[in-house]
């Protein structure tokens, strides 16, 4: 499985931006995506993920009615739409593939249970 997470960049507060992870190396229709992030200083952190084959999202109260995440069958690809955008959601996003598990309540959170990483992409949200 290869992750391929892309369209971080510059963004000023208040602004939008969207991200996307291209996924290949298998059929991903019980496959459970999560995206994380790591601030500077910080530890990385669960902001929200997809069960591709039902379209289940769940989200950290961090990411809850600013953040989407979505998946196009066709491509591939999972989304994560970052709206309203402020210097604490400056960090680097991995997407993340959970393939022996599907995860409910805390076990979202858990990046033990994610077995395949993407390289990260850098969001920096200036004030």
């Known amino acids: 499985v290869q992750l391929q997470a892309s369209g971080g960049g510059l963004v000023q507060a208040g602004g939008s931006l969207r991200l996307s992870c291209v996924a290949s190396g298998r059929t991903f229709s019980s496959v459970t995506m999560g995206w994380f992030r790591q601030g500077p200083g910080k530890e990385r952190e669960f902001v929200g993920g997809?069960?591709?084959?039902?379209?289940?999202?769940y989200y950290a109260d961090s990411a809850k009615g600013r953040f989407t995440i979505s998946r196009d069958n066709a491509k591939n690809v999972v989304y994560l739409q970052m709206n309203s955008l402020n210097s604490e959601d400056s960090a680097v996003y991995y997407c993340?593939?959970?393939?022996?598990?599907?995860?409910?309540?805390?076990?979202?959170?858990?990046?033990?249970?994610?077995?395949?990483w993407g390289q990260g992409t850098q969001v920096t949200v200036s004030s």
């Open positions: 993340a593939a959970a393939t022996r598990d599907t995860l409910y309540g805390y076990m979202w959170y858990s990046e033990q249970r994610y077995d395949y």
């Open positions: 997809i069960r591709w084959g039902s379209g289940v999202t």
